[in-house]
Protein backbone atom coordinates (compact mmCIF):
# COMPACT_ATOMS: atom_id res chain seq x y z
CA UNK A 1 0.00 0.00 0.00
CA UNK A 2 2.63 2.08 1.02
CA UNK A 3 4.01 1.95 -2.88
CA UNK A 4 0.99 2.68 -4.11
CA UNK A 5 0.40 5.50 -2.20
CA UNK A 6 3.81 7.06 -3.19
CA UNK A 7 2.94 6.60 -6.87
CA UNK A 8 -0.14 8.05 -6.61
CA UNK A 9 1.27 10.80 -4.69
CA UNK A 10 3.92 11.75 -6.98
CA UNK A 11 1.21 11.28 -10.33
CA UNK A 12 -1.16 13.52 -8.79
CA UNK A 13 1.66 15.92 -7.39
CA UNK A 14 3.35 16.07 -10.94
CA UNK A 15 -0.16 16.92 -12.83
CA UNK A 16 -0.74 20.12 -9.91
CA UNK A 17 2.57 21.28 -10.14
CA UNK A 18 3.19 21.20 -14.11
CA UNK A 19 0.03 21.11 -15.08
CA UNK A 20 -0.72 24.49 -13.57
CA UNK A 21 2.76 25.63 -14.26
CA UNK A 22 2.70 24.95 -17.91
CA UNK A 23 -1.43 26.35 -18.04
CA UNK A 24 -0.27 29.62 -17.16
CA UNK A 25 2.95 29.33 -19.20
CA UNK A 26 1.02 28.66 -21.94
CA UNK A 27 -1.69 31.52 -21.23
CA UNK A 28 1.19 34.30 -20.87
CA UNK A 29 2.50 33.40 -24.28
CA UNK A 30 -0.46 33.36 -26.71
CA UNK A 31 -1.74 36.56 -25.04
CA UNK A 32 1.30 38.04 -25.68
CA UNK A 33 1.49 36.69 -29.12
CA UNK A 34 -2.20 38.30 -29.72
CA UNK A 35 -1.33 40.99 -28.21
CA UNK A 36 2.05 41.51 -31.05
CA UNK A 37 -1.40 40.92 -33.52
CA UNK A 38 -3.47 43.82 -32.10
CA UNK A 39 -5.70 41.45 -30.39
CA UNK A 40 -6.80 43.85 -27.18
CA UNK A 41 -5.26 41.64 -23.78
CA UNK A 42 -9.11 41.06 -22.42
CA UNK A 43 -10.10 39.62 -25.69
CA UNK A 44 -7.01 37.34 -25.73
CA UNK A 45 -7.09 36.45 -22.06
CA UNK A 46 -11.15 34.85 -22.66
CA UNK A 47 -9.55 33.03 -25.85
CA UNK A 48 -7.39 31.18 -23.37
CA UNK A 49 -10.26 30.91 -20.48
CA UNK A 50 -11.35 27.37 -21.96
CA UNK A 51 -7.74 26.18 -20.77
CA UNK A 52 -7.91 26.73 -17.59
CA UNK A 53 -11.89 26.03 -17.36
CA UNK A 54 -10.84 22.44 -18.52
CA UNK A 55 -7.46 22.09 -16.34
CA UNK A 56 -9.67 22.78 -13.34
CA UNK A 57 -11.51 19.20 -14.25
CA UNK A 58 -7.82 17.71 -13.99
CA UNK A 59 -6.84 19.90 -10.90
CA UNK A 60 -9.96 18.44 -9.05
CA UNK A 61 -8.82 14.87 -10.04
CA UNK A 62 -5.22 15.19 -9.17
CA UNK A 63 -5.97 16.89 -6.13
CA UNK A 64 -8.55 14.06 -4.82
CA UNK A 65 -5.81 11.08 -5.84
CA UNK A 66 -3.39 13.42 -3.51
CA UNK A 67 -5.90 13.14 -0.93
CA UNK A 68 -6.54 9.40 -1.21
CA UNK A 69 -2.69 9.13 -1.31
CA UNK A 70 -1.81 11.31 1.49
CA UNK A 71 -4.67 9.83 4.03
CA UNK A 72 -2.93 5.86 2.73
CA UNK A 73 0.75 7.19 3.68
CA UNK A 74 -0.53 8.74 6.89
CA UNK A 75 -1.66 5.04 8.24
CA UNK A 76 0.53 3.15 6.21
CA UNK A 77 3.97 5.19 7.18
CA UNK A 78 5.74 6.49 10.31
CA UNK A 79 5.13 10.38 10.51
CA UNK A 80 7.95 12.78 10.98
CA UNK A 81 8.30 16.28 11.38
CA UNK A 82 9.83 16.39 7.61
CA UNK A 83 6.07 14.36 6.93
CA UNK A 84 3.86 16.63 9.06
CA UNK A 85 5.32 19.41 6.63
CA UNK A 86 4.18 17.41 3.60
CA UNK A 87 1.32 17.11 4.68
CA UNK A 88 0.47 20.64 5.35
CA UNK A 89 1.66 21.58 2.13
CA UNK A 90 -0.09 18.80 0.07
CA UNK A 91 -3.43 19.70 2.18
CA UNK A 92 -2.54 23.66 1.08
CA UNK A 93 -2.36 22.19 -2.37
CA UNK A 94 -5.35 20.34 -2.35
CA UNK A 95 -7.92 23.27 -1.22
CA UNK A 96 -6.34 25.39 -3.39
CA UNK A 97 -7.05 23.22 -6.25
CA UNK A 98 -10.81 22.68 -5.19
CA UNK A 99 -10.85 26.33 -5.11
CA UNK A 100 -9.88 26.89 -8.53
CA UNK A 101 -12.13 23.85 -9.54
CA UNK A 102 -15.04 24.76 -7.50
CA UNK A 103 -15.02 28.32 -6.44
CA UNK A 104 -13.53 30.27 -9.20
CA UNK A 105 -13.98 28.22 -12.72
CA UNK A 106 -17.66 27.59 -12.38
CA UNK A 107 -18.38 31.81 -12.88
CA UNK A 108 -15.36 32.48 -14.58
CA UNK A 109 -17.21 30.21 -17.26
CA UNK A 110 -20.47 31.47 -16.53
CA UNK A 111 -18.96 35.25 -17.57
CA UNK A 112 -17.26 34.13 -20.57
CA UNK A 113 -20.40 34.49 -22.84
CA UNK A 114 -20.86 38.07 -21.80
CA UNK A 115 -17.57 39.38 -20.31
CA UNK A 116 -17.21 41.21 -24.04
CA UNK A 117 -20.60 42.54 -24.05
CA UNK A 118 -21.52 43.15 -20.21
CA UNK A 119 -19.08 45.91 -18.43
CA UNK A 120 -20.10 44.65 -15.41
CA UNK A 121 -19.51 40.76 -16.21
CA UNK A 122 -16.06 42.12 -17.54
CA UNK A 123 -14.65 43.29 -14.24
CA UNK A 124 -16.39 40.22 -12.12
CA UNK A 125 -14.42 37.90 -14.74
CA UNK A 126 -11.00 40.24 -14.23
CA UNK A 127 -11.42 40.10 -10.45
CA UNK A 128 -12.51 35.70 -10.35
CA UNK A 129 -9.24 35.87 -12.99
CA UNK A 130 -6.81 37.72 -10.65
CA UNK A 131 -8.30 35.32 -7.67
CA UNK A 132 -7.28 32.84 -9.67
CA UNK A 133 -3.20 34.01 -10.33
CA UNK A 134 -3.08 33.98 -6.85
CA UNK A 135 -4.83 30.38 -5.79
CA UNK A 136 -2.76 29.30 -8.87
CA UNK A 137 0.70 30.41 -7.45
CA UNK A 138 -0.21 28.64 -3.74
CA UNK A 139 -1.09 25.47 -6.07
CA UNK A 140 1.82 25.08 -8.13
CA UNK A 141 3.92 26.43 -4.81
CA UNK A 142 2.43 23.79 -2.68
CA UNK A 143 2.69 21.39 -5.25
CA UNK A 144 6.22 21.41 -5.62
CA UNK A 145 6.93 21.80 -2.33
CA UNK A 146 4.84 18.75 -1.32
CA UNK A 147 7.18 16.82 -4.23
CA UNK A 148 10.37 17.61 -3.31
CA UNK A 149 10.35 16.85 0.65
CA UNK A 150 10.07 12.96 0.49
CA UNK A 151 13.96 13.82 -1.32
CA UNK A 152 15.01 15.04 2.35
CA UNK A 153 13.93 11.77 3.93
CA UNK A 154 16.83 10.31 6.03
CA UNK A 155 19.08 8.58 3.58
CA UNK A 156 16.82 9.69 0.22
CA UNK A 157 19.43 12.01 -1.18
CA UNK A 158 22.72 9.49 -0.19
CA UNK A 159 20.78 6.43 -1.14
CA UNK A 160 20.07 7.98 -4.61
CA UNK A 161 23.59 9.24 -5.41
CA UNK A 162 24.72 6.05 -4.26
CA UNK A 163 22.93 4.06 -6.46
CA UNK A 164 23.71 6.81 -9.34
CA UNK A 165 27.74 6.00 -8.69
CA UNK A 166 27.01 3.10 -8.42
CA UNK A 167 25.54 2.87 -12.34
CA UNK A 168 27.98 5.12 -13.62
CA UNK A 169 30.89 2.86 -12.54
CA UNK A 170 29.26 0.16 -14.01
CA UNK A 171 28.81 1.38 -17.44
CA UNK A 172 31.76 1.54 -19.29
CA UNK A 173 32.54 4.29 -21.10
CA UNK A 174 33.09 4.57 -24.78
CA UNK A 175 34.14 7.85 -26.44
Known sequence: MQTTSKILRTISLALLFGGSAATVFAAIVLVKAAQAKGVPVPEA????????????????GSAIVLLLSEVMALFSSPTTKLTVVRYASSALCIV??????????????????????????HKSFHDLHE??????????????????LPLFEKGTLATAANHAVNAASKTPVSL
Open 45 to 60: AAANAPVFIHFSKVAL
Open 96 to 121: SAVVFALVIVPPLDALLPVINTDPTA
Open 131 to 148: LSRAVFGVTIFSALISLV
